[in-house]
Protein backbone atom coordinates (compact mmCIF):
# COMPACT_ATOMS: atom_id res chain seq x y z
CA UNK A 1 0.00 0.00 0.00
CA UNK A 2 1.03 3.94 -0.54
CA UNK A 3 -0.22 6.41 1.16
CA UNK A 4 0.55 10.16 -0.07
CA UNK A 5 0.40 11.96 3.21
CA UNK A 6 0.59 15.08 0.92
CA UNK A 7 -3.30 14.56 -0.37
CA UNK A 8 -4.41 13.26 3.43
CA UNK A 9 -6.76 15.57 4.51
CA UNK A 10 -7.13 13.99 7.92
CA UNK A 11 -10.61 13.40 7.71
CA UNK A 12 -10.91 10.05 9.20
CA UNK A 13 -13.24 8.67 6.90
CA UNK A 14 -10.65 5.86 6.30
CA UNK A 15 -10.99 5.06 10.57
CA UNK A 16 -14.86 5.04 9.58
CA UNK A 17 -14.91 2.84 6.44
CA UNK A 18 -12.36 0.38 8.38
CA UNK A 19 -14.57 0.07 11.77
CA UNK A 20 -17.50 -0.52 9.44
CA UNK A 21 -15.95 -3.15 6.88
CA UNK A 22 -14.23 -4.91 9.36
CA UNK A 23 -16.74 -4.81 12.85
CA UNK A 24 -14.43 -3.52 14.69
CA UNK A 25 -15.92 -3.02 18.26
CA UNK A 26 -16.82 0.55 19.65
CA UNK A 27 -15.50 1.60 23.01
CA UNK A 28 -16.55 3.58 25.37
CA UNK A 29 -14.47 7.04 27.18
CA UNK A 30 -13.76 5.94 29.93
CA UNK A 31 -12.53 2.61 28.33
CA UNK A 32 -10.47 4.86 25.68
CA UNK A 33 -9.40 6.54 28.76
CA UNK A 34 -7.68 3.53 29.84
CA UNK A 35 -6.01 2.91 26.64
CA UNK A 36 -8.54 0.33 25.30
CA UNK A 37 -9.68 1.76 21.92
CA UNK A 38 -9.84 -0.47 18.57
CA UNK A 39 -8.96 0.67 15.81
CA UNK A 40 -7.32 -0.99 13.12
CA UNK A 41 -6.22 2.36 11.52
CA UNK A 42 -5.83 5.50 13.23
CA UNK A 43 -4.74 9.23 12.18
CA UNK A 44 -1.65 10.88 13.73
CA UNK A 45 -1.11 14.64 14.05
CA UNK A 46 1.97 16.23 14.27
CA UNK A 47 1.54 20.15 14.91
CA UNK A 48 4.15 22.60 13.38
CA UNK A 49 4.70 26.25 14.63
CA UNK A 50 2.88 28.18 17.48
CA UNK A 51 -0.62 28.89 17.55
CA UNK A 52 -1.97 31.01 15.30
CA UNK A 53 0.89 30.21 12.46
CA UNK A 54 0.27 26.43 12.84
CA UNK A 55 0.77 23.28 10.43
CA UNK A 56 -0.60 19.90 10.94
CA UNK A 57 0.47 17.18 9.23
CA UNK A 58 -1.47 14.19 9.53
CA UNK A 59 -0.35 10.63 8.54
CA UNK A 60 -2.37 7.23 8.94
CA UNK A 61 -1.29 4.37 10.80
CA UNK A 62 -1.86 1.41 9.99
CA UNK A 63 -0.60 -2.48 10.17
CA UNK A 64 2.70 -2.04 7.85
CA UNK A 65 2.31 -5.72 7.17
CA UNK A 66 6.16 -5.55 7.76
CA UNK A 67 8.19 -8.59 6.01
CA UNK A 68 10.31 -8.86 9.41
CA UNK A 69 7.27 -8.27 11.37
CA UNK A 70 8.55 -7.82 15.25
CA UNK A 71 4.95 -9.38 16.43
CA UNK A 72 5.25 -13.20 14.97
CA UNK A 73 7.94 -14.07 16.05
CA UNK A 74 7.28 -14.14 20.08
CA UNK A 75 3.40 -15.65 19.67
CA UNK A 76 4.12 -18.26 21.34
CA UNK A 77 0.75 -20.29 19.52
CA UNK A 78 1.46 -19.20 15.95
CA UNK A 79 -1.26 -16.88 15.41
CA UNK A 80 0.29 -14.32 13.70
CA UNK A 81 1.99 -15.16 10.90
CA UNK A 82 2.89 -14.20 6.89
CA UNK A 83 0.98 -15.78 4.34
CA UNK A 84 2.15 -17.05 1.48
CA UNK A 85 0.94 -13.29 -0.35
CA UNK A 86 2.87 -11.40 1.77
CA UNK A 87 -0.29 -10.60 4.30
CA UNK A 88 1.05 -10.53 8.15
CA UNK A 89 -2.24 -12.14 9.20
CA UNK A 90 -4.32 -12.85 12.48
CA UNK A 91 -5.97 -16.36 13.22
CA UNK A 92 -8.41 -15.31 15.71
CA UNK A 93 -9.16 -18.73 16.84
CA UNK A 94 -5.77 -19.44 17.44
CA UNK A 95 -5.02 -16.22 19.71
CA UNK A 96 -4.97 -16.53 22.99
CA UNK A 97 -4.49 -13.18 23.88
CA UNK A 98 -0.87 -13.07 25.65
CA UNK A 99 -0.48 -9.39 24.29
CA UNK A 100 2.96 -10.02 23.21
CA UNK A 101 2.59 -9.17 19.49
CA UNK A 102 1.10 -5.93 20.55
CA UNK A 103 3.44 -4.95 23.16
CA UNK A 104 5.92 -5.79 20.05
CA UNK A 105 4.62 -3.99 17.64
CA UNK A 106 6.88 -0.77 17.40
CA UNK A 107 3.72 0.98 15.70
CA UNK A 108 1.36 -0.15 18.16
CA UNK A 109 -1.25 -0.98 15.45
CA UNK A 110 -2.33 -3.99 17.10
CA UNK A 111 -5.20 -4.11 19.63
CA UNK A 112 -6.97 -6.18 22.16
CA UNK A 113 -10.55 -6.93 22.77
CA UNK A 114 -10.60 -6.71 26.33
CA UNK A 115 -14.30 -7.50 26.29
CA UNK A 116 -16.65 -8.74 23.70
CA UNK A 117 -17.07 -6.13 21.45
CA UNK A 118 -20.30 -3.67 22.18
CA UNK A 119 -21.85 -1.29 19.16
CA UNK A 120 -24.04 1.17 20.13
CA UNK A 121 -27.61 0.73 18.81
CA UNK A 122 -28.58 0.26 15.91
CA UNK A 123 -25.09 -0.05 14.45
CA UNK A 124 -25.08 -4.44 15.73
CA UNK A 125 -27.38 -4.42 12.89
CA UNK A 126 -24.65 -3.48 10.12
CA UNK A 127 -22.02 -6.31 10.73
CA UNK A 128 -20.45 -7.14 7.62
CA UNK A 129 -21.03 -11.15 7.22
CA UNK A 130 -17.89 -11.28 5.57
CA UNK A 131 -15.84 -10.90 8.67
CA UNK A 132 -15.96 -12.56 12.03
CA UNK A 133 -16.74 -10.72 14.93
CA UNK A 134 -13.65 -11.46 17.78
CA UNK A 135 -14.86 -12.46 21.30
CA UNK A 136 -12.96 -11.12 23.98
CA UNK A 137 -9.78 -11.90 25.00
CA UNK A 138 -8.41 -11.90 21.42
CA UNK A 139 -5.90 -9.34 19.22
CA UNK A 140 -6.85 -8.27 15.81
CA UNK A 141 -5.25 -6.32 13.46
CA UNK A 142 -5.65 -4.75 10.15
CA UNK A 143 -5.74 -7.46 7.50
CA UNK A 144 -5.56 -5.19 4.10
CA UNK A 145 -9.38 -6.41 4.35
CA UNK A 146 -8.47 -10.00 3.07
CA UNK A 147 -12.09 -10.53 2.53
CA UNK A 148 -12.27 -8.19 -0.49
CA UNK A 149 -8.89 -9.58 -1.42
CA UNK A 150 -10.70 -13.03 -1.28
CA UNK A 151 -13.61 -11.89 -3.03
CA UNK A 152 -11.87 -9.95 -6.16
CA UNK A 153 -9.51 -12.87 -6.44
CA UNK A 154 -12.38 -15.17 -6.54
CA UNK A 155 -14.29 -13.60 -9.17
CA UNK A 156 -10.84 -13.42 -11.39
CA UNK A 157 -10.17 -17.18 -11.29
CA UNK A 158 -14.43 -17.72 -11.93
CA UNK A 159 -13.50 -15.75 -15.07
CA UNK A 160 -10.05 -17.23 -15.55
CA UNK A 161 -8.08 -13.50 -15.74
CA UNK A 162 -5.46 -12.82 -13.39
CA UNK A 163 -6.41 -9.90 -10.53
CA UNK A 164 -6.02 -6.79 -12.06
CA UNK A 165 -4.19 -3.92 -10.61
CA UNK A 166 -6.21 -1.40 -8.31
CA UNK A 167 -8.77 -4.26 -8.81
CA UNK A 168 -8.92 -4.75 -4.82
CA UNK A 169 -9.42 -1.96 -2.67
CA UNK A 170 -9.27 -2.03 1.02
CA UNK A 171 -11.97 -0.25 2.84
CA UNK A 172 -9.81 2.35 3.70
CA UNK A 173 -8.76 2.58 -0.11
CA UNK A 174 -12.16 3.00 -1.19
CA UNK A 175 -13.48 5.43 1.17
CA UNK A 176 -10.62 7.62 0.74
CA UNK A 177 -11.84 11.13 -0.79
CA UNK A 178 -8.23 12.64 -1.76
CA UNK A 179 -7.55 9.11 -3.32
CA UNK A 180 -4.11 9.12 -1.07
CA UNK A 181 -4.31 5.58 -0.77
CA UNK A 182 -3.34 3.23 -2.87
CA UNK A 183 -2.91 -0.36 -2.98
CA UNK A 184 -1.57 -2.82 -5.18
CA UNK A 185 0.49 -5.47 -5.44
CA UNK A 186 4.58 -4.58 -4.65
CA UNK A 187 5.74 -7.92 -6.32
CA UNK A 188 4.47 -6.95 -9.39
CA UNK A 189 7.01 -4.26 -11.05
CA UNK A 190 3.86 -2.65 -13.11
CA UNK A 191 1.65 -1.63 -10.65
CA UNK A 192 0.74 1.52 -9.70
CA UNK A 193 2.02 0.84 -5.84
CA UNK A 194 5.48 -0.51 -7.13
CA UNK A 195 6.00 2.89 -9.51
CA UNK A 196 4.74 4.87 -6.40
CA UNK A 197 6.69 3.37 -4.11
CA UNK A 198 9.97 3.69 -6.66
CA UNK A 199 9.04 7.96 -6.20
CA UNK A 200 11.96 9.80 -4.75
CA UNK A 201 8.95 11.12 -1.70
CA UNK A 202 8.76 7.64 -1.34
CA UNK A 203 9.73 6.68 3.19
CA UNK A 204 8.53 4.26 5.35
CA UNK A 205 7.76 4.64 8.92
CA UNK A 206 10.34 3.38 11.28
CA UNK A 207 12.31 2.09 8.92
CA UNK A 208 15.60 2.23 10.61
CA UNK A 209 14.27 -0.70 13.10
CA UNK A 210 14.78 -3.17 10.12
CA UNK A 211 10.91 -3.62 10.17
CA UNK A 212 10.92 -3.65 6.39
CA UNK A 213 7.28 -2.27 6.00
CA UNK A 214 5.09 -2.89 3.72
CA UNK A 215 3.35 0.48 3.30
CA UNK A 216 4.98 3.42 1.62
CA UNK A 217 4.37 7.08 2.68
CA UNK A 218 4.51 9.60 0.07
CA UNK A 219 5.77 12.86 1.64
CA UNK A 220 7.97 15.78 0.39
CA UNK A 221 10.81 16.91 2.28
CA UNK A 222 10.19 19.79 3.67
CA UNK B 1 -32.51 -62.13 19.58
CA UNK B 2 -31.67 -62.42 15.91
CA UNK B 3 -34.52 -60.57 15.44
CA UNK B 4 -33.99 -57.97 18.20
CA UNK B 5 -31.06 -56.75 16.87
CA UNK B 6 -32.16 -56.83 13.44
CA UNK B 7 -35.25 -54.05 15.10
CA UNK B 8 -32.43 -52.42 16.89
CA UNK B 9 -30.65 -51.83 13.68
CA UNK B 10 -33.48 -51.09 11.50
CA UNK B 11 -34.68 -48.02 13.73
CA UNK B 12 -31.05 -47.18 14.28
CA UNK B 13 -30.92 -46.71 10.82
CA UNK B 14 -34.21 -44.92 9.69
CA UNK B 15 -34.74 -43.19 12.72
CA UNK B 16 -32.30 -40.33 11.71
CA UNK B 17 -34.03 -40.06 8.56
CA UNK B 18 -37.39 -39.10 10.41
CA UNK B 19 -35.95 -36.46 11.90
CA UNK B 20 -38.85 -34.15 12.30
CA UNK B 21 -37.28 -31.08 14.22
CA UNK B 22 -37.97 -29.37 10.52
CA UNK B 23 -41.08 -27.19 10.26
CA UNK B 24 -41.83 -28.99 7.60
CA UNK B 25 -41.25 -32.45 6.82
CA UNK B 26 -39.48 -31.55 3.65
CA UNK B 27 -38.65 -34.75 1.55
CA UNK B 28 -35.12 -34.28 -0.45
CA UNK B 29 -35.43 -37.63 -2.14
CA UNK B 30 -39.24 -37.10 -3.64
CA UNK B 31 -37.89 -33.95 -4.80
CA UNK B 32 -34.47 -34.97 -6.11
CA UNK B 33 -35.67 -38.85 -7.44
CA UNK B 34 -39.27 -38.37 -8.54
CA UNK B 35 -39.18 -34.66 -9.39
CA UNK B 36 -35.40 -34.98 -11.05
CA UNK B 37 -34.40 -31.06 -9.34
CA UNK B 38 -31.22 -30.74 -9.27
CA UNK B 39 -29.48 -29.20 -5.67
CA UNK B 40 -29.30 -25.72 -7.55
CA UNK B 41 -32.89 -25.49 -8.50
CA UNK B 42 -33.72 -24.89 -4.85
CA UNK B 43 -30.39 -23.51 -3.44
CA UNK B 44 -29.31 -21.19 -6.27
CA UNK B 45 -26.82 -19.34 -5.89
CA UNK B 46 -24.89 -22.89 -4.25
CA UNK B 47 -22.46 -22.84 -7.63
CA UNK B 48 -21.85 -19.36 -7.57
CA UNK B 49 -21.69 -17.29 -4.54
CA UNK B 50 -20.41 -17.79 -1.00
CA UNK B 51 -24.10 -18.88 0.72
CA UNK B 52 -25.88 -21.71 -0.98
CA UNK B 53 -29.18 -20.31 0.56
CA UNK B 54 -32.57 -21.48 1.42
CA UNK B 55 -35.96 -20.85 -1.33
CA UNK B 56 -37.88 -18.58 0.13
CA UNK B 57 -41.72 -19.93 0.69
CA UNK B 58 -42.90 -18.60 -2.78
CA UNK B 59 -40.77 -20.88 -4.29
CA UNK B 60 -42.25 -23.76 -2.74
CA UNK B 61 -45.70 -22.57 -3.38
CA UNK B 62 -44.54 -21.69 -7.52
CA UNK B 63 -45.21 -26.01 -7.38
CA UNK B 64 -47.01 -26.22 -4.64
CA UNK B 65 -49.89 -23.78 -4.78
CA UNK B 66 -51.62 -26.92 -7.35
CA UNK B 67 -49.63 -29.84 -6.95
CA UNK B 68 -50.14 -32.28 -3.69
CA UNK B 69 -52.28 -29.39 -1.97
CA UNK B 70 -54.32 -31.78 -0.33
CA UNK B 71 -51.19 -33.35 2.15
CA UNK B 72 -50.83 -32.27 5.26
CA UNK B 73 -47.26 -31.01 4.93
CA UNK B 74 -48.56 -28.94 1.87
CA UNK B 75 -51.16 -28.04 4.11
CA UNK B 76 -48.57 -26.32 6.45
CA UNK B 77 -46.78 -25.19 4.04
CA UNK B 78 -49.43 -23.06 2.48
CA UNK B 79 -50.61 -21.80 5.92
CA UNK B 80 -47.01 -20.81 5.96
CA UNK B 81 -47.18 -19.09 2.89
CA UNK B 82 -50.48 -17.56 3.27
CA UNK B 83 -49.09 -16.04 6.79
CA UNK B 84 -46.90 -14.06 4.85
CA UNK B 85 -44.10 -15.12 6.79
CA UNK B 86 -40.85 -17.67 5.95
CA UNK B 87 -40.54 -21.19 6.84
CA UNK B 88 -38.69 -21.20 10.19
CA UNK B 89 -35.93 -24.10 8.98
CA UNK B 90 -33.48 -25.32 11.68
CA UNK B 91 -29.99 -24.74 10.45
CA UNK B 92 -28.19 -27.90 9.98
CA UNK B 93 -24.34 -27.07 9.41
CA UNK B 94 -22.26 -24.57 10.44
CA UNK B 95 -19.57 -23.52 12.40
CA UNK B 96 -18.95 -21.75 16.15
CA UNK B 97 -18.74 -18.26 16.44
CA UNK B 98 -15.45 -18.51 18.10
CA UNK B 99 -13.75 -20.68 15.40
CA UNK B 100 -14.14 -17.72 13.01
CA UNK B 101 -14.47 -19.56 9.78
CA UNK B 102 -15.67 -18.51 6.32
CA UNK B 103 -17.28 -21.20 3.82
CA UNK B 104 -17.89 -20.02 0.64
CA UNK B 105 -19.73 -22.76 -1.56
CA UNK B 106 -18.89 -20.69 -5.21
CA UNK B 107 -14.76 -21.72 -5.31
CA UNK B 108 -16.08 -25.28 -4.33
CA UNK B 109 -18.49 -25.93 -6.65
CA UNK B 110 -16.19 -23.77 -9.13
CA UNK B 111 -13.59 -26.61 -8.53
CA UNK B 112 -15.95 -29.63 -9.02
CA UNK B 113 -16.41 -30.93 -5.42
CA UNK B 114 -19.58 -32.46 -5.43
CA UNK B 115 -22.13 -31.50 -2.93
CA UNK B 116 -22.25 -34.78 -1.80
CA UNK B 117 -18.82 -34.31 -0.91
CA UNK B 118 -20.23 -32.55 2.35
CA UNK B 119 -23.72 -32.79 2.32
CA UNK B 120 -23.92 -36.74 1.87
CA UNK B 121 -26.39 -38.57 0.77
CA UNK B 122 -29.36 -36.40 0.50
CA UNK B 123 -30.82 -37.62 -2.31
CA UNK B 124 -32.31 -40.44 -0.12
CA UNK B 125 -32.52 -38.50 2.87
CA UNK B 126 -36.10 -36.60 3.94
CA UNK B 127 -35.34 -33.67 6.14
CA UNK B 128 -32.06 -31.54 6.38
CA UNK B 129 -29.90 -33.23 8.66
CA UNK B 130 -26.24 -33.02 9.21
CA UNK B 131 -25.05 -36.62 7.72
CA UNK B 132 -21.41 -35.73 7.04
CA UNK B 133 -19.17 -34.74 9.54
CA UNK B 134 -17.80 -31.11 9.38
CA UNK B 135 -14.66 -30.27 10.98
CA UNK B 136 -11.19 -29.21 10.39
CA UNK B 137 -9.80 -32.10 9.28
CA UNK B 138 -12.33 -33.12 7.06
CA UNK B 139 -11.29 -29.83 5.53
CA UNK B 140 -7.66 -29.89 5.35
CA UNK B 141 -7.65 -33.36 4.58
CA UNK B 142 -9.24 -32.64 1.74
CA UNK B 143 -7.44 -29.36 0.56
CA UNK B 144 -4.03 -30.94 1.03
CA UNK B 145 -5.55 -34.08 -1.51
CA UNK B 146 -6.27 -31.77 -3.91
CA UNK B 147 -3.26 -29.39 -3.98
CA UNK B 148 -5.56 -26.52 -2.37
CA UNK B 149 -3.99 -23.79 -0.27
CA UNK B 150 -3.68 -24.71 3.49
CA UNK B 151 -2.62 -21.35 4.68
CA UNK B 152 -4.93 -20.62 8.00
CA UNK B 153 -6.10 -16.98 6.28
CA UNK B 154 -7.85 -18.99 3.60
CA UNK B 155 -10.77 -19.92 6.20
CA UNK B 156 -10.02 -18.19 9.36
CA UNK B 157 -10.91 -14.15 8.45
Request: proline content about 7%.
Amino acid sequence: MVIDLDRCTGCEACVVACHSENNIGMSTPEEAARGRVNHWIRIDRYYEGQFPDIKVKYRPVLCQHCDEAPCEPVCPVNATYHNPEGLNVQVYNRCVGTFYCANNCPYTVRSFNWFDPKWPEPMQLQHNPDVSIRPGGVMEKCTFCIQRIKRVEDQADAAGRPVADGEVQPACVQSCPAEAMIFGDLNDPDSKVSRLAGDGRATKLMEELGTKPKVVYLEKAR
Amino acid sequence: MKHLFLLLLSVALVVPCLRADQPILFPHSTHINKVHLKCIDCHISADTRDAATIPGVRKCMLCHAKIAADKPEIKKLAAIAASGREIPWQRVYGFEKAAAVKFRHGPHARHKVACATCHGDMPNAITAQPLVKHNMGTCISCHRQNNASDDCATCHY
